[in-house]
């Protein structure tokens, strides 16, 4: 393979992964913005939505509509999560609401590996295993997929904060929580509407990377610890900065598979991690917090 096929088929690959980290990190960023608080059961979202689609494709004739059930159903486990585990807690600060979905993302895996079973799973994909060749550059056709849903996916989202009712009262609130409740929004509700976003950005992620990595009940951890580096790269609390994040690790972990070696992939992730916190801790789109004492 020429040098320049192979450094396109690296930046196509790569793309694809920082599709994927891009949904986790929306998913950490949404909650952030609404709680101030990091959702640490995210990943454990990734992985439901990646098993309960292998599971559902023996019974719908579409893997869509497999897709879409898995994903709802997901959904709906955000917004028990929300209702069930940090609604009740009498001080929901952030900290707390930290440590809380730390306990949930134990349960969570629990409950997967009980219920789901500890088997790896997948399916073929949207297009089976097709591989297509672009200028003498082989692509996974499930690569494209992940990127076009992708970007379907932060469209509708971007049109949902910007012209929708709720989209705007969740904006308000994560703003300023006081003044939101002042006129009127549900603040309380914003915070149920976020985990349940979450959880559909997460379980959609896993649902579209299954096939090229089977999922299993303790993937939950690196997926969370991958979307929750893009979150802090790009800018926590930035929906912009996911993207950016997701794709610019992606990126990274691409090519420095390539140039150095696949035994760094994972490693590269803590790299960015600590270079990140150390050099420029509100990310690359985030802002810096000024208190005045």
Known sequence: MQTGSALLQVLVSGIGTGAVYALVALGFNVVFKSTGAMNFAQGEWVVMGGMITALLIGTFSGIGLAVVAAVVLVGVVGLLSERLVVRPLRRPDALVITLVTIGLSILTRSLIMLVLGKKPVGYAGFSGNTTLSLGGVSIQAQTLWIIAITLAFLAVMHAFFERSMLGKALRAAAADREAASIVGVNVQGTILVSFGIAALAGALAGAIVTPLTLASYDQGAMFGFKGFSAAM?????????????????????????????????????????????????????????????
């Open 233 to 293: 790269l790009g800018g926590v609390g930035s929906l912009p900065g996911a993207v950016v994040g997701g794709l610019a690790l992606g990126l990274l972990e691409a090519f420095g598979s390539f140039y150095i070696s696949s035994d760094f992939k994972d490693a590269i992730a803590f790299a960015v991690l600590l270079l990140i916190l150390f050099a420029r801790p509100s990310g690359l789109l985030g802002r810096a917090d000024i208190v005045k004492v």
